[in-house]
């Protein structure tokens, strides 16, 4: 295989940047590790709907993200911000009305963020976008060279990945300890964190006046927020988790189980089973945390 670019990693930005030199001429083949592309773009689908495992909201003046949905003919909406938000104190006494502020005046992408990366995906040339193609070796004689073998040619190479993970790819000439080490230390944003997401039968809690959002100093969710598309369908609310890099086996299960305890006493009604309960009405995601 012979290319002029190669493109190794099939995230938001190996993504769009195949998608600029597809328009401008410029040959290129992507690789990908996952079996799918999106990179830490991700999504629980649910027969209402994609609810947003990776990255959700943009704002206001970030012209770059608006003309690109523009341009890829998707749409956005306001995130639900109306009614009170909550807070749990250090004790897990639950406080309400004090003014704190919620995520108003975000925006979200109509469908999911997916709906970004499958669009990107949608209008490249299948044949020059490769998913479970896990690069090795990236030699500067020979090119890429992938797990199973294969080589691709190509004068330039992009690293559209994290640092940290290109620093475990297999550089020749090998890299220096000091190049080596400044890519170990350059922290991914999030990567620290996961996404624990509970699908409900209908938003609820805007029924009771609470828009969703509440902030806990006791955890094991430091953050709650609606996370329902469109008209509040699907409606799900979700959480972010702190996770250590290499969390102990199991570790999942216990934050699954402490988290629904989290959820259940505060977005649920007494004897209402819409919305927490058991694994069939939640979604749990570790994430990318390299």
Known sequence: MKTQVA???????????????????????????????????AAL?????AVDLGPSWFWPGQQSIATLLKA???????QYATGDQWYEDETGRVHH??????????????????????????????????????????????????????????PHVVLALPPRIAAGL???????????HSLEAIPTWMAGHAKFVAVCDTPFWRDAGLSGDATSRRGPMAEIHDASGT?????????????????????????????TGAVGPH????????????????????????
């Open 7 to 41: 493109i190794i990693g099939g995230g938001l930005a190996g993504l769009a940047l195949a998608r600029r030199l597809d328009q401008t001429g410029v040959d290129f083949q992507l690789f990908e590790a996952r079996s799918r592309f999106g990179g830490r773009i």
């Open 45 to 49: 689908q649910t027969p209402n709907g």
């Open 72 to 78: 890829l003919g998707l749409t956005d909406f306001a």
């Open 97 to 154: 009305g004090l003014g704190f502020a919620s995520m108003e005046g975000s925006l979200r992408i109509a469908g999911g963020v997916i709906r970004l990366a499958d669009a990107f995906v949608a209008g490249l040339p299948a044949d020059r976008l490769h998913n479970s193609a896990r690069v090795a070796t990236i030699d500067e004689q020979s090119g890429v060279q992938l797990a199973n073998g294969q080589i691709c040619t190509a």
């Open 170 to 180: 297999t550089f020749l000439p090998a890299l220096r300890p000091d190049q080596k």
């Open 231 to 259: 008209n509040g369908t699907p409606a799900a609310l979700f959480g972010f988790l702190g996770l250590p890099p290499r969390a102990p086996q199991g570790s999942c299960a216990r934050d699954h189980d402490s988290s």
């Open 267 to 290: 977005f649920r009604g007494e004897g209402d089973d819409t919305c927490a309960g058991g694994a069939s009405g939640l979604g749990f995601r570790a994430g990318n945390r390299n």
